[in-house]
């Protein structure tokens, strides 16, 4: 996928400029979220890895050039075109690192015609997976350590999606998708029972039970609700008893009152000797009612969560923006709205092994005494500089770093946004970068 | 796009079952939509031409095979698969035409196996583009003739999401998209300005101005608030007075008081002459805001929609739903919860040239004298059996249904749903079929 065409035509329209004029200093774009949805005290960063391959292989084909003809770009327009690449520099922060509003989650340095170009996809890509890997983190806030399994494929916003959401919900510790193409792409677990429908296409229930049973004895998990609950608990029982496969046996409840079957499912496991069977929960919950569930006490050993993670449902984009914050070594920053984005390249400092409270600072500034840096070079002159994070890497961060969320911003309800402080040398810049924006405004006209 | 991976786990359980037992029986499935989110008195239909895309090629190839292998499937699973393929018949709603909850947009005729597995990328596809188009539709509905184009490539879930808003837009009368890979797939026209950064690398908002004039002539639509709104418009017609291109200025708002700004912006073009000039409102409108804008009589003539649209933000999903309905010339529904889903091969009846007030049937029933049926077959044993729409009949179709949906589901806020009538003989089915059901829920324990 070169990817010259993935993108919006103003990108194109400005790119065409720059190149034409000669413009080549290089530019800075910084990739924040400028402030989060009410519902979301921190966001997971994620979406670097289909950035930085899309970025290595930026180009536009033959065709690709010739549509743009077609679309009204002069010769000189897609000589230009053709010879464009991604030739700059990346700083990110990796995946799986908790962040909050105004820090950076990439900053790229490049000469500007390439750097804009690519900002439609850098947005999209860093939008999708952390929008998604922020929301199932919140599931893995609400499940206190019961087992979670990505069921969304159905409902997200295509296989793209889908493959994002099975990802993003490995990435925040998700044991398992539904998803047979990502459980293949990303190497995670696989799981899945039945559906109402197999039990349907048999005669009775225990025929349906007994056929899967015989066909998948290493999977012997049995949806029990299509006819009426408890009997299909029993009919599961007498399905395992009849073929020795007692130590296997899971239900799965996908609708009604969760909490009352859950208890009442357990009873009858339980009274029949099956102690170790597992209850699997499922039916469109969000990490509300997950939470719930657990705070209740239900006996509830595993989720399969779908729709309401797959689209982010209560959130379903964070407001992300690309930002040019310097060119050809000038700050800038956009003044007429009350958005202000601070200009020069950022750094992120986070205290170590304490709740975290942020300083945004300007790159080069030395951090606080026992802080780490939060942004790393990741590509140098168009090739990335350091090996793409394993899905387990991005889960380690994770934990390390959410176990420091301060208790405010872990709430699932009614979160309050972490402030980030602004060192005193980027305050400096911001003011005299207003000002300067103020001066050329008015010398414009 | 082979496709035989695209599905969950469940499904590729519950395939090898049937396969292995030479359970070959014809199922049909019924898509439909359960009930509608709150904010939606209608649906638009889409997503069938990839979903018939997809049923045409679908297959296994060596490396999922042995992908599957990988995850516990045996050999004779694996054999089993390798021969499978979609054989089936399928009846659908085609694009564009307005559909109500419970109507099926999709129905699948086919040996159970390979119904079954298709379940989850013909749930993932419908749901994707119906969701986007019946959004799309309130903007068009809030708009009341004023032109929109699809600004939301950066925010929509992945680069198939964004591909799919700007077809779903078009498809119900958005004019142009700035999305350029879109514009070349669906031959759409393409559209986009400039952005605030390029503004910013210019020494002055004048001097951007006149660089990008002199390089897009044909595109000569200046993005004004970076410093100050009116400002900028009259930077923006020296530009124009300077090129001799005054015939051409179109100026776009971004951010501020719309309502107000695009007044000034007016007064000020109107006062310099330039009647002709249009004015563009972006910046995160919700289709609420468009209508209030054009109800205030605001001065716009376009508008650009982003990310509310891309992510369908108020509603990201609709209930879709993929229900076995009929097995082995046998109807069959599920008991245990409160949504009952009818039985059977269905038909929608809708009168002709008036208010709509739909008729769910069987299939093979005769609906109400003129009336006419919304289902029609569009693969048979595999194979399409009319050509794709284009998206000028898909926009036809919608314009029409659009005028005859009752005023109560236009309405943008606090819609009614549109209840569907069930025929007489589907009546008696669901209480037969429920009967047979209630017996055979006894009879399996």
Known sequence: MPGGLLTDLYELNMAASYLRRDMDGS??????????????????????????????????????????????????????????????????????????????LLEVTAPVAVAQVVETMLLNQITLHTTMASKAARYVLAAEGRQLVDFSFRRTHGVEAAMAVARASALVGFAATSN?????????????????????????????????????????????????????????????????????????LDSGDLDALARSARTVLDDAGLREARIFASGGLDELEVHELVSAGAPVDAFGIGTQMGVSA?????????????????????????KVSPPGRKQVWRRSGGEHADVLSLRDERGPIGSEALLGQVMLAGRRTTPASSIEECRRRFGVDLAYVPQKARRLSHPEHVVVAHSEALLALTDRTRDEALRRSGAGR
Request: net charge negative; hydrophobic share 45%; proline share 5%.
């Open 314 to 338: 209560d959130a379903p984009y964070v407001d992300s923006v690309y930002k040019l914050v310097e060119y050809d070594d000038r700050p800038v920053m956009k003044l007429s709205s009350a």
């Open 27 to 104: 530019a800075t774009f910084s990739l924040y979220v400028r402030g989060l949805p009410k519902s979301r005290g921190f966001l997971v960063a994620a979406g670097l890895e289909p950035c930085l391959d899309l970025l290595e292989s930026f180009s536009f084909t033959d065709d690709d050039l010739e549509a743009l003809g077609e679309m009204g770009f002069d010769d000189r327009a897609l000589a230009d075109f053709s010879a464009l690449r991604f030739t700059g520099d990346v700083w990110a922060v990796p995946e799986g690192r908790v962040v909050y509003s105004e820090e950076p």
């Open 180 to 252: 047979v193409e990502a459980a293949r792409r990303y190497d995670l677990t696989v799981a899945g029972t039945m559906a109402h429908s197999f039990v349907e296409a048999f005669p009775t229930e225990g025929e349906a039970f007994r056929a899967f049973a015989e066909d998948h004895p290493q999977r012997t998990t049995f949806l029990v609700d299509t006819y009426d609950t408890l009997g299909g608990v029993r009919a599961a029982i007498a399905t395992v008893r009849e073929l020795g496969l007692d130590g296997a046996l899971g239900v799965r």
